[in-house]
């Protein structure tokens, strides 16, 4: 695909500070002035992935591993992505840049795009790509960490042979109704379970759980988030043992600890699982420790890539 096309002509509109800056298909607009085709075939079939980053302080954190998440999913389902990765990195960064926001959320969804016919036949779409960083939601500081009440759901993860949970796409409605049904019930999230029964993760997030000060987080049926891989790598920093394991339910009503991950909501402790309290039902010791280190990690830009913001 070629890069011009959607590096197309750049408009410069002062950017808006409080709702950000988007990308589209080769433009740069306000957030608010953004629009995309009601026939692409994200929209019309969920046809598309997408990655999820934040940039924190001034730094995108993790870049290059998001980039190549990314550009795994888009090889996995057979979109070619409209521009290189290299312009895709520049994109992420300007997009933040122009957004003036220190602390974003950044988004980047690439969709089979628009085709002659709205029909379902992919073969002659051409790729969209969309970049959008919006003010970080203060709900989701990923720097403070507020508990939660979860529920195993009756709601089972997409089976990784339908779609390999590996592929970030566009396709969360059990993620949706898995929330819905924890939220009706009187909790604050989901937790889901494989098509064999193990927990696997939760909407938006990974699962960990402490058990005689082990860190355990399955490793089959998710997504293998970045902060899931961050949290792996403090525990090895911190010398607190870590195993990638299968979990059950009884893994989580027993454990000592647990907690989620994600790059929207930092590392949350869970403090009740369908009704059982956790540990003594507030944020563990050695979750503690970690947070503590990813709060760092995240004010001093380690592992990030230093957004340079025009005047
Ligand atoms: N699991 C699912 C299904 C997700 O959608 C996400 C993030 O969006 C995560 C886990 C956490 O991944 P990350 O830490 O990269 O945000």
Known sequence: ???????????????????????????????????????????????????????????????????????????AVKIE?????????????????????????????????????????????TPGLVIFAVPYPASADPTKAKGVRAKITSIRRIPHDVIDSRIKSLNYLPFVLARLEAI???????????????VCEAPGWNVFVVHDGTVVTPGASILEGITRETVIEISTRLKIPC??????????WTADEAFLTSTAGGIAPIL????????????????????QEFRRMLESGEHGTAVTYGR
């Open 243 to 252: 195993n990638v394991r299968a979990m059950t339910p009884y893994d989580l």
């Open 184 to 198: 009706e019930a009187g909790y604050d999230e989901a937790l889901m379970q494989d098509a064999q029964g193990y």
């Open 1 to 75: 695909m070629d890069a011009e096309r959607t590096q197309g002509t750049t408009k410069h509109v002062a950017a808006n500070e409080t709702d950000g800056f988007v990308y589209v298909n080769g433009d740069f607009c306000p957030a608010r002035q953004a629009t995309i085709s009601v026939f692409d075939h994200g929209l019309l079939y969920g046809d598309g992935v997408y990655d999820t980053l934040m940039a924190w302080n001034g730094f995108l954190f993790k870049l290059d591993a998001h980039l190549d998440r990314l550009l795994r999913s888009c090889r």
């Open 81 to 125: 992505p409209p521009v290189s990765r290299n312009r895709l990195r520049d994109l992420f960064l300007e997009t933040v840049a122009r957004s003036r926001l220190r602390n974003a959320y950044v988004k980047c969804i690439v969709t089979r795009g628009t085709s002659p016919a709205p029909l379902l036949d992919p073969r002659h779409c």
């Open 272 to 291: 009740e699982v369908d009704g059982r309290s956790i540990g003594d039902g507030q944020m563990g010791r050695i979750c503690q420790a970690i947070v």
